[in-house]
C-alpha cells in the first residue's frame, strides 16, 4: 500500500468530518521522529481562507484523526499543525500483510498508460562508450520501474544508423579496402570512419564523394544499401554482446533508418502547419518567428530563439530534426503510445525543447519528457577517457569492474566454488558499475571512481547485494523457509525495529515516486536507508536467538528487508546474488 497516500486520504476525511469541508490535507513525513510520524498542515490554510484561529481548527481534526485505528496519537504543535504517530500493532499487521503479497505492497497505478521509452540509441559503426552507458543503465531502470508500477512500456533503442557517417563510411571502404567489408569488426569500422573523416577535411574531392556516397544510400541504392547492411550488422554483434553482459533487452529496435520513409511527410506536415520556411535554401523552422507567422509565441527561452531547427538541408538531406519529428508521430500514430520519453545527455536539452515545441504545435498531445543525464568525469573532473585520450569504451569498463569485484571475492573468503565466484563476480561487477550511476541525481555529473565502485560499503551495489544475501544467510542457518515465511503480525518493540518497520512501510511510495519522476536515486536512497536500518537492527535485536513471537516478527521484519532489497536491485537492473 502507498502509505503516504493512504494517510493523506485518512487526513482529508478527518477534516471533513470536522470541519464539514473538502480541503488538502497537506501531509508530510515529519522532520524529526520524536514529533510522530507525518505532519498534517491543512489547518494552517483553512485558518486564512475562513479567518479563524488555525489552532483551533487543528484542534478538532485531531480529535477526528485520533479516532481512526492506524492512528496513536493526533497532537496539535505550533500555530496549527497536527503531529501524527502511527499505531505499532496497525504497521506490524500492514506490513506482516506484504509477506504474502508477490507486489511487495506496490499496489499499481490506478490509470496505466502507454509508454515508450527511448533509450541506449548508440551509433551505428562506434563502439558504445561511457556516454551511452548512463542511457542505458538509466532507461532500463526505468523501463521496470514503469512497467512494474502497472504502465504498458515499449523500450526502444533509437540506433543512430542513418546519419552523415555512412558517407564517409562507403567512401572510405571504397577508398581504403576498395569496397570489402568482409572480416571487419567495430574496430575495424571505427578505423575506416577516423580515416575517412580525417581524409575528408583536407580533400574536398573525397568529402563531395563522400557526399555523394550519402546521397546515394538515402535514395536507396542497392549496392550502397547492403554495405550499409553489412556495417549495421557488424555493429548489432558488438551491441548484444553488451546488452546481455548488462542483462538489458529492448521490445523495439526502431533506428533512425526506419524513419527514412516518413521524412517527405514530415516536411508536408511542418510546411502545412506555417512553421517552416526557406532560408539559404535550407528548410529551417525559426521559432521567433512564430508570434508573427501563428499568432502563438513559442514556449518558454524559444520565443527569443532565432538559430533555426533545420528540417532539411539545401542538398535536400534531412536531419537528426527530421527524424525526431517522424519518431514522436509513429508512437503516436501507430505505437499509440501517451508518453514518450527520451533518456538522452543533457546536452541535447535545446534539442528536445524545439523537438516538443514543434510536436505540440502540430497538434502531437502525447505527454513528451526528456530525461536528461550529466556527463561521467574522471577523478580529475574532466569527461573521463582512456590513458590514450580516446573514449573509454563500455566493454572495458565493464571488464574491469568484474575484475575488481573477482580480486574483491577472492580476499573476503566467502565460501563459493571456482565457479560461483566467477558469476558471482560478473554481477556485483556490472551491478556496481549500474548502482554507481543510478544513485546519482541524474542531471548532475559524477566522477568515476573504480576504488569507491567495488567497495563492500556504503551506497554501493555491492553493499546491497551483500545486505539481501545477508538475509538469506540467517534463514539458512536457522533451517527456515525463506520464501514461504508467513506471520499474522509482526510485534514492534524495540526501537531499532520500530525504526526498520517504518522504513519497510515507505516502499510503494518510494517506487512510485521513483518512476513517475524518472528518479531511480530515489529507489537506491531507500535501500541504502533499509540496509542501514537493517544493520542497526541485527546490530542491536537478536533473531535467530530470540523465542517465540518475538523471533517470528524479527524474522519477519528480515524476510521483509530481504524482499526489498532484492525487488528494489531487480527494478533497477541489478542481479541479487544469493551469497557473498
Ligand atoms: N544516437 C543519439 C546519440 O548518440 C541519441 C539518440 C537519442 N534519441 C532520439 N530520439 N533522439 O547522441
Redesign the pocket.
Same mark, same amino acid.
Given at each position: 500500500m502507498r502509505i503516504e497516500r493512504y494517510f493523506d486520504e485518512v487526513a482529508k476525511s478527518a477534516i471533513r468530518e470536522a470541519l464539514g469541508v473538502d480541503a488538502p490535507a497537506i501531509l508530510k513525513p515529519t522532520q524529526d521522529s520524536k514529533h510522530g510520524d507525518y505532519q498534517v498542515n491543512g489547518a494552517m490554510a483553512l485558518g486564512k481562507q475562513r479567518k479563524e484561529n488555525p489552532r483551533d481548527l487543528a484542534t478538532k481534526i485531531a480529535a477526528e484523526l485520533v479516532k481512526h485505528p492506524a492512528v496513536a496519537a493526533a497532537d496539535v504543535a505550533g500555530p496549527g499543525f497536527v503531529n501524527l504517530r502511527l499505531d505499532e500493532a496497525w504497521i506490524g499487521a500492514e506490513l506482516a500483510k506484504n509477506l504474502d503479497d508477490p507486489r511487495d505492497g506496490v499496489t499499481p497505478i490506478e490509470k496505466a498508460e502507454r509508454i515508450v521509452v527511448?533509450y541506449s540509441?548508440?551509433?551505428i559503426a562506434k563502439q558504445m562508450h561511457v556516454? =551511452?552507458l548512463r542511457?542505458t543503465i538509466l532507461g532500463h531502470a526505468l523501463v521496470s520501474m514503469l512497467r512494474f508500477v502497472g504502465h504498458h512500456v515499449i523500450g526502444d533503442n =533509437?540506433?543512430?544508423d542513418w546519419g552523415t557517417q555512412f558517407g564517409l563510411l562507403i567512401a572510405g571502404l571504397r577508398k581504403f579496402r576498395g569496397g570489402d567489408a568482409s572480416g571487419l569488426d567495430i574496430e575495424g569500422l571505427e578505423g575506416i570512419y577516423r580515416q575517412a573523416s580525417a581524409l575528408s577535411k583536407d580533400d574536398e574531392s573525397f568529402a563531395n564523394e563522400a557526399r555523394a556516397e550519402l546521397a546515394k544510400l538515402q535514395s536507396g541504392d542497392a549496392q550502397s544499401h547492403a554495405l550499409w547492411q553489412q556495417f549495421v550488422d557488424i555493429t548489432r554483434a558488438e551491441l548484444d554482446k553488451i546488452y546481455a553482459r548488462m542483462g538489458v533487452t529492448f521490445e523495439e529496435w526502431l533506428g533512425e533508418s526506419f524513419y527514412d520513409p516518413m521524412l517527405p511527410r514530415v516536411i508536408e506536415t511542418v510546411t502545412a502547419a506555417n512553421i517552416a520556411r526557406e532560408d539559404q535554401g535550407a528548410l529551417c523552422i525559426f521559432f521567433h518567428e512564430w508570434a508573427e507567422t501563428t499568432g502563438t509565441p513559442a514556449p518558454g527561452r524559444l520565443a527569443k530563439q532565432k538559430e533555426p531547427f533545420i528540417v532539411r538541408k539545401k542538398d535536400g538531406a534531412f536531419l537528426?530534426s527530421t527524424?525526431?519529428i517522424a519518431?514522436v508521430m509513429h508512437r503516436h500514430e501507430v505505437l499509440h503510445a501517451s508518453r514518450a520519453i527520451?533518456v538522452?545527455?543533457a546536452r541535447?536539452a535545446l534539442?528536445f525543447e524545439q523537438l516538443f515545441a514543434v510536436a505540440a504545435r502540430l497538434g502531437f498531445t502525447m505527454r513528451l519528457e526528456h530525461v536528461g543525464f550529466g556527463t561521467v568525469l574522471d577523478e580529475n573532473g574532466k569527461p573521463i577517457k582512456t590513458r590514450d585520450g580516446k573514449a573509454i569504451t563500455l566493454a572495458s569498463l565493464l571488464d574491469e569492474a568484474e575484475k575488481r569485484a573477482l580480486d574483491k571475492l577472492a580476499e573476503m573468503d566467502v565460501e563459493l566454488s571456482e565457479e560461483e565466484r566467477v558469476r558471482v563476480a560478473k554481477a556485483v561487477g556490472v551491478g556496481a558499475v549500474k548502482y554507481a550511476d543510478l544513485r546519482q541525481n541524474r542531471l548532475s555529473d559524477y566522477q568515476f571512481d573504480f576504488d569507491k565502485l567495488i567497495e563492500f560499503r556504503g551506497n554501493s551495489g555491492p553493499y546491497m547485494q551483500y545486505a539481501a544475501a545477508r538475509v538469506g544467510s540467517i534463514f539458512r542457518k536457522g533451517g527456515i523457509d525463506e520464501a514461504g515465511f508467513r506471520v499474522p503480525s509482526i510485534a514492534l518493540e524495540a526501537p531499532e525495529e520500530k525504526v526498520l518497520a517504518r522504513t519497510l512501510l515507505r516502499f510503494a511510495d518510494v517506487v512510485h515516486a521513483a518512476a513517475e519522476s524518472c528518479q531511480p536515486h530515489l529507489l537506491t536512497d531507500h535501500l541504502y536507508a533499509l540496509s542501514r536500518d537493517f544493520s542497526t537492527f541485527i546490530e542491536a535485536c537478536q533473531v535467530l536467538k530470540s523465542e517465540g513471537a518475538t523471533r517470528d516478527s524479527r524474522l519477519a521484519l528480515c524476510a521483509l528487508t530481504g524482499r526489498q532489497l532484492r525487488r528494489g536491485l531487480v527494478l533497477l537492473g541489478i542481479e541479487p546474488v544469493e551469497r557473498m
Open positions: 527511448d540509441s548508440p551509433n556516454g =551511452h542511457s =533509437h540506433v543512430g537528426y527524424t525526431d519518431t527520451y538522452v545527455d541535447q534539442h
